[in-house]
Every structure is written in structure tokens, then in C-alpha cells.
């Protein structure tokens, strides 16, 4: 199957998340995190910030509602047989806070083949209720087995 | 006078996830791949069994850098990594890194996360600021 381009410089509506309390605690217990501004809003001010923080990772579960649609986008037409993530970069500004209200978009910054492989790269940029920026994220998709 | 020096190793962690992590980092994450999940359904795919989800190891690379920099989760600024394997459950996970660049309380590390010689995660890069 030949590779489909269609999507390159496409971009999605915006995504909503409302941050909350024991959705932070539950990621960063996972992720085995013991900073109390993670679990403590009391310990959270006292470091300066206006509520329980999100540990900067936290970005994939407040965006990743905004890549979802966009890999089954029929302009994508990504075969998910054959797909692996290949790498992620995100770059954080200002802290999450619980109960903040994040807004994400996505576009499809490039689609081209290498090595028999297709790369699908997404960018996200996400911000909160103020308008400030809070992450953006780079995500690259790798599919096997592409005609070039 | 930087935090680090160029070329100085990174305290690190490691972690042995067990069998069920994938379980709750699915629950956390929302990421419901049965890859990470069903055993059956991975050995379907061709994998030996159920995998970790790599955002879950990137997750560990980010407390890592987090962690070397003070603690504070304002010290990560940016974190990008390259997948390049596979990773299983019930095996240790080993985050370790060099200092790269280093410019007063600014350092770039250089990241690896692997179980024995495999490099699950390599080429991570992550700036942060010392606190």
C-alpha cells in the first residue's frame, strides 16, 4: 500500500480535559512518584503552587484524548497492525493544577517514508483555562511494510 | 560553577514492575492497548507476552531527570526519547544518564532506560533546571 499524505498540515477541534485530584494521584502512583505535590494540596501551596501539581508526564493523559480521532482519521488511514510508537518529545510551561481546564489541538506535521517504513508526526499544543501553554508535544508513529 | 559538570553520571533508578502494572498504568493512562494487557492477544501478534506501554518507561526516565534535578516537577522542561525495543513486566528497568551540556543551573542529560542489554529507551534527551 502506498504511502498517503493526505493529512500532512491537517488539523483537529480542540480537546477538553478537566484535571482532577485522584487522576493525578493515580498517575503518579503508578508511576511510583512520592513528592507530596503530587498527592497534598497543602504540601503542593507550600511549594508554590495553587493546588495538587501533575507530574509533567501527566500530558499523556490530558492529550491524549486529541490523538485518538486523529489516527483513526480516514485521511490518516494509519494500518495499526503495523504500527509502533516511535519516539516523543514534549516540552513543558506552565505547571497543571487540579482542576484546571486543558485544551489540546493537533496537526499532522509530516507523513513520508524511509527504510520501507511510513513516519507519522503529530504536534500537540496544549493550554490551560488562562491561555498559557502548558505542554507541546511532538508524537512520531512508525508503520512497517510501506511501498515508497 | 554549573549544578553538574559535563560528563558526570545521573543518580538513575531502578524498578521492577510487576505483573499487574501494565494493568493499572492502562487504568491511569486510558491506554487500553491489549498488548499491555492480554496475554493471549500479545502471543496472537507475535510478542512473547504482555509488554509495558512505552510512555509508562518514558515515565520512569522523566522521574529520573526529575528526581536528579531537586525533585520539583518545574525542573523537567523538556524530555524527547526514541523507542527502540520492547520491555516486560516482572524484569528490572534500569534509568541511567550523563550530564551533556551544563550551563549554571541549566543541564542537558542524556538518558538510557533498559532491562539487562536492552535498550528500551535510548537517545532521551531531557533539560531541566537545578533547584
Known amino acids: 500500500m502506498a504511502l498517503k499524505t493526505d493529512a500532512v498540515g491537517k488539523s483537529w477541534p480542540a480537546y477538553e480535559y478537566e484535571v482532577g485530584r485522584e487522576k493525578i494521584r493515580e498517575y503518579a502512583q503508578v508511576i511510583g512518584l512520592d513528592n507530596p505535590v503530587h ?9 508554590g503552587y495553587r493546588g495538587i501539581v501533575a507530574p509533567p508526564m501527566f500530558v499523556v493523559v ?13 485521511d490518516v488511514e494509519m494500518n495499526f497492525a503495523a504500527m509502533v510508537h516511535g519516539g516523543q518529545e514534549f516540552e513543558w510551561g506552565e505547571p497543571v493544577i487540579s482542576g484546571d481546564l486543558i485544551t489540546t489541538t493537533t496537526t499532522c506535521r509530516d507523513i513520508y517514508p524511509k527504510d520501507g517504513k511510513g513516519f507519522y508526526v503529530f504536534e500537540t499544543e496544549s493550554k ?12 512520531t508513529n512508525i508503520v512497517r511494510g510501506i511501498e515508497e | 560553577m ?15 514492575p510487576d505483573k499487574f502494572l501494565p494493568h493499572r498504568y492502562a ?19 507475535g510478542l512473547p507476552s504482555t509488554i509495558l506501554h512505552g510512555l509508562y518507561v518514558m515515565g520512569l526516565v522523566a522521574k529520573a531527570a526529575t528526581e536528579e534535578a531537586g525533585g520539583d516537577p518545574r525542573a523537567l522542561k523538556r524530555l524527547s526519547v526514541q523507542f527502540r525495543g520492547m520491555s516486560m513486566p516482572e524484569t528490572e528497568i ?12 541549566d543541564v ?15 537517545n532521551a534527551t531531557a533539560d531541566v533546571t537545578y533547584s
Open chain 1, 62 to 74: 490530558y492529550a491524549a484524548g486529541a490523538m485518538g480521532p486523529v489516527l483513526f482519521d480516514p
Open chain 1, 128 to 139: 490551560n483555562q488562562n491561555g498559557d501553554l502548558v505542554c507541546k508535544a511532538t508524537w
Open chain 2, 2 to 16: 554549573s549544578a553538574k559538570e559535563k560528563g558526570e553520571k545521573i543518580a538513575g533508578l531502578k524498578v521492577t
Open chain 2, 108 to 122: 542537558t542529560f542524556d538518558l538510557i532506560a533498559a532491562q539487562g542489554e536492552n535498550q528500551v529507551i535510548r
Open chain 1, 39 to 47: 498527592f497534598d494540596a497543602e504540601a503542593a501551596r507550600a511549594a
Open chain 2, 27 to 45: 487504568g491511569a493512562s486510558g491506554d487500553f492497548n491489549p498488548i499491555h494487557i492480554d496475554k493471549e492477544f500479545a502471543q496472537m501478534v
Open chain 2, 94 to 105: 534500569e534509568v541511567s544518564g550523563e550530564v551533556i551540556e551544563a550551563d549554571g543551573a
